[in-house]
């Protein structure tokens, strides 16, 4: 238990730069849709839809997954502290397969730059939003 705080301050980091990577590539999607008739721009973004999921979002989601796992294996008791853990990791499963689900979605809009309409993207983004709120409030305030 000795380094439960330094893993805890490392998972908090990671959720903070997973979250980072989950609210913006959306976006770039968005923009890839938007401008889908203008082979230069799309090439641009599909470099950085790339590097953004594969450089930072990947490594963020295994580092934030392994810390929580190491924290929760480190302190067994926490699953009978109350119903509020449970409902958390359900909500990290969501944002878990949201993530493959981008992963997917990049695939996709290589070769059908017209997959879904930016609005549909601009609804899609509002995910992990909901999913973090969600999340920080069962840590935070334990309602149950």
């Given at each position: 238990?000795?380094?439960?705080?330094?893993?805890?301050?490392?998972?908090?980091?990671?959720?903070?730069?997973?979250?980072?990577?989950?609210?913006?590539?959306?976006?770039?999607?968005?923009?890839?849709?938007?401008?889908?008739?203008?082979?230069?721009?799309?090439?641009?973004?599909?470099?950085?839809?790339?590097?953004?999921?594969?450089?930072?979002?990947?490594?963020?989601?295994?580092?934030?997954?392994?810390?929580?796992?190491?924290?929760?294996?480190?302190?067994?008791?926490?699953?009978?502290?109350?119903?509020?853990?449970?409902?958390?990791?359900?909500?990290v499963a969501f944002?878990?397969?949201?993530?493959?689900?981008?992963?997917?979605?990049?695939?996709?809009?290589?070769?059908?730059?017209?997959?879904?309409?930016?609005?549909?993207?601009?609804?899609?983004?509002?995910?992990?939003?909901?999913?973090?709120?969600?999340?920080?409030?069962?840590?935070?305030?334990?309602?149950?």
């Open positions: 238990m000795a380094y439960y705080s330094w893993i805890l301050a490392f998972h908090v980091m990671s959720f903070v730069s997973w979250m980072a990577m989950l609210f913006y590539l959306p976006r770039l999607f968005i923009y890839h849709r938007e401008n889908a008739d203008t082979k230069d721009f799309t090439n641009i973004v599909e470099v950085q839809e790339y590097k953004l999921f594969k450089y930072i979002g990947v490594p963020a989601m295994w580092a934030t997954v392994i810390s929580g796992a190491s924290m929760l294996y480190l302190n067994t008791d926490i699953f009978s502290s109350g119903g509020w853990i449970h409902a958390k990791l359900l909500f944002l878990l397969a949201y993530h493959i689900s981008l992963g997917k979605i990049r695939l996709i809009m290589i070769s059908n730059p017209h997959y879904k309409s930016s609005k549909w993207f601009r609804m899609y983004n509002e995910i992990p939003t909901l999913l973090m709120i969600f999340i920080v409030i069962m840590v935070v305030v334990k309602p149950f």
